[in-house]
């Protein structure tokens, strides 16, 4: 059994018999009163989102899920296409049932994916991706805030905040988990 | 002399990252990424390969956090002037105690033989029945299991006592304190709330629990309702209550469900006065109606910043108020450390008739900057320690 304190982005659970996955989670405690957890979970067979509390000393029941890791193949009228290494069985899945992940994720990419009842419901990437950045502003110069980062567009077509001295055809590494950048990666 | 650390550099443009801004400045051919430089000298050359490194991550601090710093700082220095002009003396009393705060959602943290304080309420009260008339402090208090936007485990609290005063004194106190810190942080007279901004000039609005509760959920508290029966009228609001809650969670279902987003959507501080008696903690209750207490808590753009009492003096009374405490702790299942026998035999003597407030001084930094979460104004976060 789960507790509050395990909370986190993507734990999953069964609540009324239906898995979920937690997608957002906020500490609430008002002076005097009980904490708890308002938490957003996303049932993974239907993609709805449901807000509960969770209260400090309430139990989260796991959800039985099998995790398999596996390779992404492509995209194909929003669904994902997937293969398993070993077997070559290929499962599909909807984009939109992961979010905004799967703009991180390159053709060819291993990624763990998340079965129910022997049905794909989720996908988890990498912590860590590496992308090419194909546009980006070039420079410094006349660029007077304080903030030294710039937008950029790496291969797969995502938005990504980098610092200014990234260019075009840099690959650099990114938080799957933020969308962020995390450095820039030695070309070899 | 431009003196800091070499963020990047492009077009022969160096970014500069010094104490008080970034600056940019035509680079050295020597300069590299990562080096301190001062003037047009390198004084330590960076060596961890390609910058920024993952191994730099402890000297790179965010432009936003070095300007949280500072704030906090001013911040600082301005309460203490504020308690100053007032006669406060200022005064520190231990963070290591045996015999913390008991209060019944709260975790105080075990440490060597005794526990780190929740608040420095119990001493500082020893202080006023010793004859101090005015003191504040300003120091860490520890609650554990708290961690989010607005709270952190170990925080910072301001906390400040009147004897031979009424909480309308302390609250005049809170007012100028906050408006006072709000101008020394360039806010003018303004708090800022997530993209809002908030008017501080005092004297703040008011509103009573029960008025509160009344127009924001339509819910009729007297403070002296079984709590079947409070939750029955939380439920008949159409508020998501179960029907066996205790009274305070009956009440605080209400209470953040409908009458925290209605105080957080006004464009100024509210008092929230006149608590019910099962939410007075430390409060006395009031003479001409003893199912509420003399309890405010100061709300602005729906941060709790400050809860404040009439203090509860009578040691009979505040005997029985533990005891439940422990009696209701060891019924959930929660810790029962040791009864503050010396808060208690310092009533016994003789508080004087007295008024207290704590505030989170993170929580004020944060609405003087505007900062969105208190891992904002912090030195270092959790994760990064």
């Known amino acids: 059994m789960y507790d509050t304190s395990d909370i986190r982005k993507g734990l999953k659970v069964l609540m009324d018999g239906n898995p979920y996955n937690v997608i957002e989670f906020q500490f609430v405690k008002p002076g005097k009163g009980a904490a708890f957890t308002r938490t957003k979970f996303k049932n993974l067979l239907t993609g709805a989102v449901v807000e509960r509390n969770i209260r400090s000393g309430e139990k989260l029941e796991?959800?039985?899920?099998?995790?398999?890791?596996m390779q992404f193949?492509?995209?194909?009228?929003?669904?994902?296409?997937l293969m398993d290494q070993q077997s070559y069985e290929q499962v599909t899945i909807s984009a939109e049932l992961i979010g905004d992940a799967h703009d991180l994720m390159k053709d060819n990419l291993p990624v763990t994916v998340v079965f129910f009842n022997e049905r794909p419901v989720d996908v988890t990437l990498p912590t860590f991706v590496f992308l090419e950045v194909?546009?980006?502003?070039p420079g410094v110069r006349g660029d007077t805030s304080g903030n030294v980062q710039k937008p950029a567009t790496v291969e797969t077509g995502a938005q990504v905040s980098v610092p200014l001295f990234i260019r075009v055809g840099d690959?650099?590494?990114?938080?799957?988990r933020t969308h962020e950048y995390v450095e820039r990666v030695n070309k070899t | 002399m431009i003196r800091g650390r070499v963020l990047a550099i492009a077009d022969g443009i160096a970014v500069i990252r010094g104490e008080r801004s970034d600056a940019r400045v035509p680079a050295e051919p020597s300069w590299r990424p990562g080096d301190l430089v001062a003037g047009r000298a390198q004084v330590v050359p960076f060596t961890g390969g390609d910058y920024p490194a993952p191994s730099t991550e402890v000297a790179r601090l965010p432009r936003p956090r070095l300007q949280a710093l500072q704030a906090r700082a001013r911040a600082l220095a301005t309460l203490r002037e504020v308690f100053a002009a007032r006669d406060f003396l200022e005064v520190e009393t231990p963070l290591l105690v045996p015999a913390p705060g008991l209060e019944i959602h709260l975790d105080a943290l075990r440490a060597a033989d005794g526990y780190l304080i929740t608040s420095p309420e119990y001493q500082m009260k020893r202080l006023l029945a010793a004859g101090f008339e005015r003191i504040y402090q300003v120091c860490k208090c520890f609650r554990g299991n708290e961690h989010g936007p607005h709270h952190a485990t170990e925080f910072t609290m301001v906390e400040w006592y009147r004897g031979f005063a009424e909480l309308d004194a302390i609250i005049d106190d809170t007012e100028h304190l906050v408006a006072a810190v709000v101008r020394a942080l360039g806010g003018g007279h303004h708090a800022r709330v997530a993209g809002r901004t908030i008017d501080v000039t005092p004297p703040w609005p008011r509103i009573t629990v029960r008025e509160a509760m009344r127009t924001h959920a339509g819910i009729t508290v007297t403070g002296d309702e079984s709590a079947p029966d409070l939750a029955a009228a939380v439920r008949a609001a159409g508020i998501e209550c179960e029907a066996t809650a205790a009274w305070d969670d009956a009440f605080f279902a209400a209470w953040l469900a409908r009458v925290e987003p209605a105080l957080a959507a006004l464009d100024r501080p509210i008092i929230v006065e006149d608590w019910p008696a099962p939410l007075a903690a430390l409060a006395r209750r009031r003479p001409d109606d003893?199912?509420?207490?003399?309890?405010?808590?100061?709300y602005i753009g729906g941060l709790e910043l400050a809860n404040g009492f009439g203090e509860l003096t009578d040691p009979v009374e505040q005997r029985a108020r533990f005891e439940s405490e422990l009696a209701i702790r060891a019924a959930r299942g929660r810790a029962t450390p040791p009864l503050d026998e010396k808060l208690l035999a310092a009533l016994a003597e003789g508080l004087p008739p007295s008024a207290g407030i704590a505030l989170g001084f993170d929580r004020l930094v944060m609405l003087a900057t505007g900062a969105a979460s208190i891992d904002q104004v912090l030195t270092f976060t959790t994760s990064e320690l």
């Open chain 1, 73 to 81: 193949l492509y995209k194909e009228a929003g669904d994902l296409v």
């Open chain 1, 62 to 69: 796991p959800a039985n899920v099998d995790q398999r890791e």
């Open chain 1, 134 to 137: 194909t546009a980006s502003e």
């Open chain 1, 171 to 176: 690959t650099i590494k990114i938080d799957t």
């Open chain 2, 290 to 298: 003893p199912r509420v207490a003399f309890r405010c808590e100061a």
